[in-house]
């Protein structure tokens, strides 16, 4: 946490304990939940139907990609018109928008192919971090005014897939460290979280895991600067708080654990932001039933709500990629294809305790 913010929050302490001194009865905690959204093709009518559909399960917050490689594919050539479409949908519902920045055109470097089967050649980092940092600027230019404040730099920096062939928490650092001064310097307000930490999995494309990674950025001096840190603790098949299997670290169970890396640094007050949390339905390898999508969403809202460090909790996704029963990928979302509604959906329309 930023040495500004943490003076205001020690003010802001000391505010809430003379109002709870004088108030009969605290409000009820509640868990701020968000989506993650992609942009499917939809025609307007099929958009505002997505969005009606997330204020009936209570979203406040909306994550939208900003792919540095989509908008700007050749040097000064811009297509701002994905996330445009999403940002202006989502605040037009009064939603609060979290946008990730992250990835690179092939024009920023040298090396034109990914090295591993798992990453795009789009998640290499750029030569030079200061192009990035460009980027950023602009992208906080056009999104600020419009009222987006948070921002997530980069996606799964701890692992292979993004951050191939090899994650480096040092080369990390220097391209946060570029951004977040981009972006603070248009809106100094900004809330700026590092890129989500994913969970690790054991073999040969293992990355980093979550803590390792996490603790090195303290002691680079990156995570200083973040107003949060995010994560995405996927623990599907199995329920959020089931014990992580061996050959995985950094699931929602580890999340107590990550914190506790935070506590070590003296920075124990900063929050941890869920931005990517969910379970795909279907047929694939660790797939789950609808019934058990529904209960690990909801399972990991109750966790939340017993964390005061954690949250927003923001799920992973609103709409399913395709309709391959046996591609993962594909069925993350708590509505099918059709729109029509898992019982995921149905269970965070019923919810009371947002």
């Not at 090396?111 to 460009?134: G, T």
């Not at 840190?229 to 329920?239: C, E």
Request: net charge negative; with cysteine; aromatic share 10%.
């Amino acid at each position: 946490m930023t040495t500004w913010r943490r003076r205001l929050a020690q003010v802001a302490s000391v505010l809430v304990v003379g109002v709870a001194a004088v108030s009969c009865q605290a409000a009820p905690a509640k868990v701020e939940t968000g989506m993650t959204v992609h942009l499917r093709g939809a025609d307007a009518a099929s958009l505002t139907r997505q969005f009606d559909l997330m204020a009936d399960m209570h979203v406040t917050w909306v994550r939208v990609d900003v792919d540095w490689s989509v908008v700007e594919p050749a040097r000064g050539q811009f297509d701002w018109s994905y996330p445009d479409t999403l940002v202006d949908a989502a605040t037009a519902h009064g939603m609060k928008v979290l946008i990730v920045v992250a990835f690179s055109p092939a024009w920023t470097r040298a090396v034109a192919a990914s090295p591993n089967d798992k990453a795009k050649a789009s998640h290499l980092r750029p030569d030079q971090i200061s192009d990035f940092a460009d980027f950023a600027r602009l992208a906080a230019e056009r999104y600020a005014p419009r009222g987006v404040g948070g921002w997530e730099i980069w996606n799964e920096p701890n692992s292979t897939k993004f951050w191939p062939p090899t994650p480096d928490a040092d080369e990390y650092g220097r391209l946060f460290r570029a951004a977040a001064t981009a972006i603070r310097g248009v809106d100094p307000k900004a809330t700026l979280l590092i890129g989500g930490l994913a969970p690790w999995y054991a073999g040969p494309e293992a990355g980093v895991t979550p803590a390792d990674y996490l603790d090195r950025l303290y002691v680079n001096g990156t995570a200083q600067l973040a107003d949060a840190v995010a994560v995405h603790p996927y623990s599907f098949p199995a329920l959020p708080m089931d014990a992580s299997p061996k050959n995985v670290i950094g699931g929602f169970a580890d999340l107590p654990a990550l914190h506790g890396v935070m506590v070590k640094h003296d920075d124990g007050d900063t929050k941890i932001w869920i931005t990517e949390f969910g379970a795909p339905t279907g047929t694939g390898p660790n797939a789950v039933s609808e019934a058990d999508q529904a209960k690990a969403l909801v399972q990991a809202r109750d966790q939340v709500l017993g964390w005061d460090w954690a949250g927003p909790l923001i799920y992973y996704e609103l709409v399913d990629g395709g309709t391959d029963a046996g591609e993962i990928e594909e069925n993350f979302g708590v509505l099918r294809e059709d729109l029509s509604l898992k019982p995921a959906a149905v269970a965070l329309m019923d919810d009371e305790k947002k």
